[in-house]
T-cell receptor, first 110, second 111 residues
């Protein structure tokens, strides 16, 4: 059984700070790692993906992957109140469906 | 706008009633999915269709059936609704190993 774990939160950070969201997964053979943002009452939307060990940056977002530790994280720099949402980690083993974590609720305080 | 369209957005059913949730995508994606989302449990896969003409069970298929009508459409049917099926249902589509595009969701309450 493939599992994806996230701290449910809420994670509260002040405006302008760095928010760090973490995700661990059970399947060492996992290949693809995605982060989705879900506003309350809305559907998930893809914000980043990463396939290789290391960091991947896209604007204020940085995804970090460490396959040896089975750990993927999402950093949000200069956090804004509009970043307040639930962030879902999704992990895919090659050729198989994604397994989603339960999500971490982020609250950015003005 | 291109994307995934789900209907209805809201539905209240009585226990034992049946209904079909409709989903259509216009991105020419091969794969389509039905998920349910419950508080604290994340998204759980009900059924998926890797390509037109194929369907497979996901993590929580009991009480549901699906039909991949054509490449665009993938419907989810509840034959005899139960209160345990109260949830938010999302349809999604994808191409290869790219991420999913989700529909806006159906909020279903079974009383």
């Amino acid at each position: 059984q493939k599992e994806v774990e996230q701290n449910s939160g809420p994670l509260s950070v002040p405006e302008g700070a760095i928010a760090s969201l973490n995700c661990t997964y059970s399947d060492r053979g996992s290949q693809s790692f995605f982060w989705y943002r879900q506003y309350s009452g809305k559907s998930p939307e893809l914000i980043m993906f990463i396939y290789s060990n290391g960091d991947k940056e896209d604007g204020r977002f940085t995804a970090q992957l460490n396959k040896a530790s089975q750990y993927v994280s999402l950093l949000i720099r200069d956090s804004q109140p509009s970043d307040s949402a639930t962030y879902l980690c999704a992990v895919q083993f090659y050729g198989q469906n994604f397994v989603f974590g339960p999500g971490t609720r982020l609250s950015v305080l003005p | 706008n291109a994307g995934v369209t789900q209907t209805p957005k809201f539905q209240v059913l009585k226990t034992g009633q049946s209904m079909t949730l409709q989903c259509a995508q216009d991105m020419n994606h091969n794969s389509m999915y039905w998920y349910r989302q419950d508080p604290g449990m994340g998204l759980r896969l009900i059924y998926y269709s890797a390509s037109e003409g194929t369907t497979d069970k996901g993590e929580v298929p009991n009480g549901y059936n699906v039909s991949r009508l054509n490449k665009r459409e993938f419907s989810l049917r509840l034959e005899s609704a139960a209160p345990s099926q109260t949830s938010v249902y999302f349809c999604a589509s994808s191409e290869s190993s790219w991420g999913y595009t989700f529909g806006s969701g159906t909020r279903l309450t079974v009383v």
